[in-house]
């Protein structure tokens, strides 16, 4: 189909062209801009233009295939680095150096790649959508080949394709490849939604043992700037306990996505072996880079996410941070003049965040494996507010909310997850696991950690008008064992060997803290005074 | 292409600094075009919108005195422009690129877009090379490095032109052969523009400024920064040169952008500045950095100065989100005659833990900036604490960190005009904490800090 440009705003292109439907990918003008349909009249098409429209003129050509937009889905997508719309950006550097161009469209698997397919069926087998039919070996990961038709196959043979030669053919016409395509924003089929069950290990100690999170839940931490949330969120990629890790650098920095690069390369994978950078997908919009694109990074992310969770693997996605994405919507959603709701933002937003949100969780595969998507998702409230809109949107849908404190970060508590606010309603489904794991101290001392710290919040209300030295001995030991807790257990330096603390490091210095507690307690109840007691020296009280 | 120029007299309206013109045919979007008004009047401008053949343009400078009959628009088929060559250094130009020093522009074949395409993420080599700026403050504890983009937060009445102008005078990249400064001053006032101008002209270092002074036409301080910033761009990966990109005043660009924004009838975001806000300002924020492969640097310290002391307001707040770290200036410190008065609480340089360390400043360095931190941290706390309970309610302990954290802001932050090597401020730093008893006195391994 093609038509002509007839009105331009910003990135929103206005075209006179018939036949095309709603969300369908347009090239636009004569440098092939990539454009999606937003919105459809009789005649005319209403195009969003993901990259810098900027000396686009009315008159010029736009054209489609009448497909949606779509990522590819292959093997190979591990390791690399794309841009919102799915382009390699090393390819991009490589096509038009290191400032990045239009109207270029480089593949997003290598197509020249040689891969060792092994099948998993038989000539004569009914294969379903979905269904296996073989793996190769991606890195150190065995990449399932699922099968885009159904059918009886007539052809299916061990051997080395590249992604674009057939593997398998049907009875009935259709063949199979290493590769398939799938439409951006619609959510792949699963047979059934599992509740979440197992524990999804952080290596932070604040979130595993305070505010847990598990394998298909979604989490959000909000933080203003400066209080660490780029930090914790990348500490999590580099230690999550999971297959795959999908970050979106969506709408940040450049100079902390070329950090994170380097950093991906040479870390290890603490579970697998082999590097970080083996087991990570990394989306990259920076702020600078159009803005529409950014409102579809997410969208590539998840919907690659899900083909990994659909081999029946532990994927976790982060995004950093999902304001930027809501903004981007906003500046669409202003650019199209519709109606504003609260702060500008357009009132689909709630139903946006909560139909993306909901496509976290553990699922059992339409080929019948278990398999889960997580999501931790950083939020930037603007001026540290959390009251407003999309904060109270992710608030609704997500299970874990860790708030991060500009006063904690101000004082170079690192990571900066205030214990009072915090919460995490997956707690009661990751303590069986855990006190099974760990030992049943787990949720009993999770629990005595708790009310410490939630002591000492209204202790040091008194100790500020009363001073410190008014308060009883009991009183007094208390805010010791909590600013011990605060100090040497809560805080972890994300530069130093601390950075990862596996769960029973975790436990042990709890207990090691929480033990010496009760030993000096008991002698102060016996009569003895806190000072005499900590003159000693021989706990782990300092 | 268009073979030629062509113009039209075809305006329907003008409103503030936008132009309506009719029955355009092929016009592109960004497109630059030149404005004839009656009596001679000459200005550039910008197509912003195109709904068919009806053409919204954005006028560069004051459309006083144009008339919808006699004016005349060119349209240039080309987006903004402007030349680039070593020869811009030491020359002074305008918001639209006009020499401002009675000289003629000089001739080059070399055009750039003043739209930059943004910095390829795996093209960005890592900023880890230490800038030393001679303020302890900012040296030990708020680290700047090559291609970093480090905002001087700023209020009303506070000297933030002269902190400004001691890291210019006094960092360590004003000692390399390759280094240059371009200014771009937006809505200053003549006198902060001369304040400024004369610190850069006393440090012998090629520079070019950008000028957009408060009485000039507002959507040209729109153009600024992307002109300074183009030059700069092209001045360190062209040339090869560490530019430092000194940008005052941000909060006068966010006040234009939002001028504009409302003369075009956009929907208005917080305290009316438009929402792409955001995407505006990273849109010059994020061309600064290094190159793989490449030996120049664009550092950039834009100074925004906060309305109503309020870190919260959005110029601020986006800016924060956008930039690696802020510097921020305190009106205490100052009230009592400490200067610089950067309050390093609030402060930060994300970028410090890449530019710092064994063999690029000192090994030690980590743990002496921690260790200044916690403890002023406690001490500013048990101020509060004081406040209310008085001094000699506070255990000894406690009263000594006081002591501390005033010391500290006297003796660390307080330097006044004088220099300090990164060395110098690290043991200006170590021999506070030796004082008050942080570390021990073990000469035999200073840089052990004590069991706490």
């Known amino acids: ?542 | 292409m268009r073979l030629s120029e062509h113009s039209y007299r075809t305006i329907s309206c003008i409103r503030g600094p936008l132009l309506f013109v009719e029955k355009v045919i092929e016009a592109r979007i960004g497109e630059v075009v030149r404005i004839e008004g009656p009596e001679g009047l000459v200005l550039d401008g910008e197509v912003l919108r195109i709904e068919n053949d009806t053409v919204l343009i954005q006028v560069y400078g004051e459309t006083r005195g144009l008339d919808i009959d006699r004016t005349r628009v060119a349209f240039s088929d080309a987006v903004k422009k402007i030349p680039v060559s070593e020869e811009c250094l030491g020359r002074i130009f305008d918001g639209s690129f006009r020499p401002l020093d009675r000289q003629p522009l000089y001739f080059t074949s070399e055009m750039q877009p003043v739209i930059s395409r943004a910095i390829n993420p795996v093209a960005r080599a890592r900023p880890e090379q230490f800038i030393e700026t001679g303020i302890s403050a900012i040296d030990a504890l708020n680290t700047l490095v090559k291609g970093q983009k480090l905002p001087i937060f700023s209020s009303a009445g506070l000297p933030s032109k002269e902190l400004a102008a001691h890291i210019l005078r006094h960092s360590g990249l004003s000692g390399s052969e390759k280094f240059a400064v371009v200014f771009v001053a937006l809505g200053l006032t003549n006198r902060d523009y001369a304040y400024y101008l004369e610190a850069i002209e006393t440090l012998h270092k090629p520079f070019v400024a950008i000028v957009n002074l408060a009485d000039r036409p507002v959507v040209e301080r729109l153009l600024a920064p992307r002109v300074g910033l183009t030059i700069a761009e092209y001045l360190a990966f062209e040339k090869g040169r560490d530019v430092l990109v000194l940008v005052s005043d941000m909060v006068n660009y966010c006040d234009a952008l939002r001028e504009v924004s409302t003369a075009r009838e956009e929907l208005p975001g917080r305290r009316g500045y438009p929402g792409y806000m955001y995407s505006d300002l990273a849109s010059l924020y994020e061309r600064a950095g290094r190159i793989k492969g490449m030996s120049g640097s664009v550092t950039m310290l834009p100074v925004v100065t906060m309305p109503e002391d309020d870190i919260t307001h959005p110029i601020p707040d986006l800016t924060g989100y956008i930039t690696e770290g802020q510097i921020v200036l305190s009106r205490d410190l100052h009230a009592r005659g400490i200067y610089p008065p950067i309050d390093v609480l609030p402060s930060l340089s994300r970028l410090m833990q890449q530019g710092i360390g064994k063999e690029r400043t000192r090994e030690d360095h980590r743990q002496v900036a921690d260790l200044l931190y916690q403890n002023y941290a406690r001490g500013r706390e048990l101020r509060k604490l004081e406040a209310i309970i008085g001094r000699d309610g506070l255990p000894e302990k406690d009263q000594s960190m006081l002591d501390f954290s005033t010391a500290f802001e006297q003796q660390f932050i307080h330097q006044g005009d004088g220099r300090r090597s990164i060395v110098e401020s690290l043991e200006a730093g170590l021999s506070l904490l030796r004082e008050y008893g942080v570390v021990s006195d073990d000469a035999s391994n200073p840089h052990q800090p004590a069991p706490a």
């Not at chain 1, 304001?323 to 357009?346: D, F, H, N, T, V």
């Not at chain 1, 949100?357 to 398999?371: C, Q």
């Not at chain 1, 490091?505 to 033990?515: G, P, S, V």
Request: with cysteine; charged share 25%.
């Open chain 1, 1 to 542: 189909m093609k038509g002509k440009i007839i009105a331009i705003s910003g990135v929103t292109v206005t075209a006179a062209i018939e036949g095309l439907r709603l969300y369908d990918r347009v090239r636009v003008g004569e440098r092939r801009l990539v454009g999606e349909v937003v919105r459809l009249e009789p005649g005319t098409a209403i195009i969003q233009i993901y990259e810098e429209s900027r000396g686009l003129a009315v008159g010029e050509p736009v054209e489609s295939a009448g497909l949606p937009l779509s990522v590819q889905l292959g093997p190979g997508l591990l390791g690399t680095m794309f841009d919102g719309l799915q382009r390699p950006l090393q390819a991009l550097l490589d096509q038009s150096g290191p400032f990045i161009g239009s109207g270029i469209e480089p593949s997003t698997l290598a197509a020249e790649r040689i891969w060792s397919f092994v099948p998993l069926k038989n000539v004569g087998d009914d294969i379903d959508v979905g269904e296996a039919i073989g793996t190769v070996q991606e890195g150190s990961l065995c990449h399932v080949i699922p099968a885009t038709g159904s059918g009886r196959l007539t052809r299916i043979e061990a051997g080395d394709y590249r992604i674009d030669q057939p593997v398998a053919r049907f009875e009935q016409g259709g063949e199979l490849f290493l590769q398939q395509r799938w439409p951006v924003r619609q959510s792949r089929p699963v047979r059934t939604k599992l509740a979440p069950t197992e524990p999804l290990v952080t290596g932070q100690r604040c979130l595993d043992f305070l505010f847990p999170m598990v394998k298909g839940g979604a989490a959000i931490f909000p933080g203003g700037f400066g209080t660490g949330k780029t930090v914790l969120e990348q500490s999590i990629a580099k230690f999550a306990d999971v297959d795959i890790v999908v970050y979106v650098g969506c709408g940040e920095r450049g100079n902390e996505m070329a950090e994170l690069l380097d950093e991906f390369m040479v870390l290890d994978d603490p579970y697998r072996g082999g590097k970080l950078m083996e087991r990570t997908i990394v989306l990259a919009n920076t702020s600078n880079m159009p803005v529409a694109a950014r409102e579809a990074s997410i969208y590539t992310a998840i919907a690659m996410g899900e083909y990994y969770r659909d081999m029946g693997y532990d994927v976790l996605l982060l995004a950093d941070s999902i304001s930027r994405w809501a903004e981007a919507l906003r500046e669409i959603s202003s650019s199209l003049e519709e109606m504003p709701g609260e702060e500008g933002y357009p009132t689909y937003l709630g139903s946006r965040l909560s139909a993306y949100l909901e496509r976290a969780g553990v699922v059992e595969t339409v080929d019948g494996k278990t398999g889960s998507l997580s999501m931790v998702l950083a939020v930037s409230p603007p001026g540290g507010d959390f009251t407003e809109p999309v904060t109270q949107c992710c608030l609704r849908v997500s299970g874990a909310f860790y708030m991060l404190d500009a006063s904690l970060a101000h004082s170079r508590h690192f990571p900066a997850v205030n214990w009072n606010q915090s919460y995490s309603l997956y707690d009661r489904v990751t303590d069986p696991a855990f006190d099974q794991r760990e030992g049943a101290d787990w949720s009993r001392l999770r629990d005595r950690c708790r009310k410490i710290l939630q002591q000492e919040a209204e202790l040091r209300e008194v100790a500020e008008i009363v001073g410190r030295e008014g308060l009883q001995d009991q009183d007094r030991l208390l805010m010791l064992v909590a600013e011990n807790l605060r100090e040497r257990f809560l805080c972890q330096n994300a530069y130093s060997e601390d950075a990862f603390c596996p769960p029973e490091k975790t436990l042990a210095l709890c207990r090691h803290i929480i033990d010496a507690f009760d030993a000096v307690s008991a002698r102060i109840e016996a009569g003895e005074l806190l000072e005499t007691v900590l003159a000693e020296g021989d706990h782990a009280l300092v």
